[in-house]
């Protein structure tokens, strides 16, 4: 079965200070992985893909991830955090030979203090 | 396009009664998702549809629940009878099966079984 790890429930950064939300993953075969972000009562919107190719993989609003099989990760990163970035993140992961639909991790909620 | 459109965006309701959600993807999407999203167990696919046809209904918590699509231009998510338990939000997704990775959501409905 497939699944998703967020290990940390909150990441708390200073403003302009790099940042990284963690995300492990585990599927049977090879993997699709993604990026989604979630602003107050708002529904969720994709930042970034992860198919096939280079390892690391650049998206929306700066935010960029690095794949990595060998540790099932694929974790998110920013080098310079923007108050505005403050939201809930979600890793995400499609089994491609298991499915169709999105596997959500619980979520991680990203504070940016000015 | 205005997007996947969800309704009611707030649902108060009484235990025991029936409740049912709505949502219109966007239009020639030919995927479409229901999550219910809780701060305990975070965001879970409860089912979902291609070209109109349930695929995957194992995430249905149980036969209080129901799903349906009669046509590509809305589905609805029923709960009889409704649960405290059943307080959460509800999200609908679609998306095309040339860009399976990229699914937008609506912004989802607050329920409260009070």
């Known amino acids: 079965a497939q699944s998703v790890a967020q290990p940390e429930d909150q990441v708390n950064v200073a403003e302009g200070n790099p940042l990284t939300v963690k995300c492990t993953y585990s599927v049977s075969g090879n993997p699709y992985l993604f990026w989604y972000v979630q602003y107050p009562n708002r529904g969720l919107q994709f930042l970034l893909k992860y198919i096939t190719g280079d390892n690391l993989v650049k998206g929306s609003y700066g935010f960029e991830a690095e794949f990595n099989k060998s540790q099932t990760s694929f974790h998110l990163k920013k080098p310079s955090a923007l108050v505005s970035d403050s939201a809930l993140y979600f890793c995400a992961v499609r089994d491609i030979q298991a499915g169709t639909a999105l596997i959500f991790g619980k979520g991680t909620t990203l504070s940016v203090s000015s | 396009d205005a997007g996947v459109i969800q309704s009611p965006r707030h649902e108060v309701t009484e235990m025991g009664q029936e409740v049912t959600l709505r949502c219109k993807p966007i239009?020639?999407?030919?995927?479409l998702f229901w999550y219910r999203q809780t701060m305990m167990r975070g965001l879970e696919l409860l089912i979902y549809f291609n070209n109109n046809v349930p695929i995957d209904d194992s995430g249905m918590p149980e036969d209080r629940f129901s799903a349906k699509m009669p046509n590509a231009s809305f589905s609805t998510l029923k709960i009889q009878p409704s649960e405290p338990r059943d307080s959460a939000v509800y999200f609908c997704?679609?998306?095309?099966?040339?860009?399976?990775?990229?699914?937008?959501f609506g912004s989802g409905t607050r329920l409260t079984v009070v």
């Open positions: 997704a679609s998306s095309l099966v040339s860009d399976l990775w990229s699914y937008t």
């Open positions: 239009s020639g999407h030919d995927y």
